[in-house]
């Protein structure tokens, strides 16, 4: 299984706010990531927070992160039907400096 | 710039051949790292290439291989291809280990193995 966990699944109407959630694994990972996979296509990276951080907005993003916890949120403002696409999570692991770990992705649905 | 590229988009191979996927990474970038996407799930980490050298192994077996060029393209070699073998394939690259810079990830090589 997963290291690193996701909820796997999210409606949301257009308009409103949507919050992925994640927990990992790895207390020492110097960021944490975001990706945006749309249907057929790569990983785009989202955005990104560093560890020392508990907080990050960019536009529309708002990257929440608790360390005590292990945990990482993504809220996005004003959801669009553009948003529709699985969202991955992922941090460096330290057993391989190189590895991302991925959560399994939530896929979030916007409806109008 | 240029972001990272990868070719073929598709490929359908049969059970037991042997398939080579590249990779172009971004400007600039030192290192590129290889995953592989089955349907329905989050990327797994195969290997990483930093300046021409392996560093970093997932779980796969050695029939998965590769290579960095002088340039920081990479190649990802599969021989005795299996059905399990079918997925999405995704390159990424960075200014330096993933640990302490940001992957960017290529559109994927979408393998289907028959």
Partial sequence: GEDVEQSLFLSVREGDSSVINCTYTDSSSTYLYWYKQEPGAGLQLLTYIFSNMDMKQDQRLTVLLNKKDKHLSLRIADTQTGDSAIYFCAEPTTDSWGKLQFGAGTQVVVTP | ?114
């Fill in chain 2, 1 to 114: 710039e240029t972001g990272v590229t990868q070719s073929p988009t598709h490929l359908i191979k049969t059970r037991g051949q042997q398939v080579t996927l590249r990779c172009s990474s971004q400007s600039g970038h030192n290192t590129v790292s290889w995953y592989q996407q089955a349907l329905g799930q989050g990327p797994q980490f195969i290997f990483q290439y930093y300046r021409e050298e392996e560093n970093g192994r997932g779980n796969f077996p050695p029939r998965f291989s590769g290579l960095q060029f002088p340039n920081y393209s990479s190649e990802l070699n599969v021989n005795a291809l299996e059905l399990d073998d079918s997925a999405l394939y995704l390159c990424a690259s960075s200014q330096g280990l993933a640990g302490d810079y940001e992957q960017y990830f290529g559109p994927g090589t979408r393998l289907t193995v028959t």
